[in-house]
């Protein structure tokens, strides 16, 4: 059956052939949709994006051999800055999430997730630009598109707890960046806390996306 032509190109990139084999034919049954292409980790999908033959979406794994997710989105990042990419991943900790958010994903799911959630995310980001569940971001999305209010909130940051801000949104522990301050771990725990109650933002992910938004920080 010939694809017809409003459906959006789709990569995949997985290196477990049997999952990456079953997220194909659950997209292809998708109206919208339809996978272009198949690669095992980001060296190999390099030999197959061409400025000619370019998808409307990649969905990629994170933990990958040869090319991981993280080097394969640094260099998108640089040869195909408009590809949006969903992160597709069974690594749910707060590192692995803040350093893909950093290299530029549009979304985060994990493996786990219901079929109707990976359409969701895929409709999303194509109409949208980008789709973060509440694993992610929480509430922060929202109150993040309030500029007046984030303002507010940046403002009433002393300048201690910006440069902890800031430092959150490197690779560091909570106790490497007590270490960087001279604080003890425990009044790191007692910034963080703070931080999260002015912003009413509960995971370090909302305080890395905060930061972003205000340009505190940037890529």
């Not at 190999?44 to 997710?69: A, T, W």
């Not at 549009?106 to 973060?132: Q, R, V």
């Not at 500029?147 to 300048?159: A, F, I, R």
Request: glycine share 6%.
């Amino acid at each position: 059956m010939p694809v017809q032509k409003f459906h959006k190109k789709v990569g995949l990139v997985d290196d477990h052939q049997l999952f990456r084999k079953g997220i194909a034919e659950l997209v292809n049954s998708f109206p919208q949709f339809y996978v272009s292409f198949e690669a095992s980790h980001g060296e190999e999908l390099q030999k197959m994006l061409s400025p000619l033959n370019l998808p409307h979406l990649i969905i990629m794994d994170v933990n990958m051999p040869n090319m991981d997710g993280f080097k394969t989105m640094l260099w998108l990042k640089e040869h195909f800055p408009d590809i949006p990419v969903l992160a597709l991943s069974m690594m749910d900790d707060e590192q692995s999430i803040v350093r893909m958010l950093k290299s530029g994903v549009k979304g985060y799911l994990l493996k786990d997730a219901h079929p109707s959630e990976l359409l969701n995310a895929m409709n999303t980001i194509s109409d949208n630009g980008f789709y973060y569940t509440d694993f992610v971001t929480g509430r922060l999305i929202n109150s993040l598109n309030e500029n007046d209010s984030s303002k507010k909130q940046h403002q009433q940051l002393t300048e201690r707890e910006i440069q902890f801000l800031c430092l959150c949104c490197s690779e560091y522990s909570y106790k490497e960046i007590a270490d960087k301050l001279y604080i003890s771990p425990r009044t790191a725990d007692g910034y963080r806390d703070k931080l999260f109650e002015k912003l009413n933002i509960k995971s370090r992910v909302g305080l890395v996306l905060f930061a972003i938004r205000n340009g505190l920080f940037k890529l």
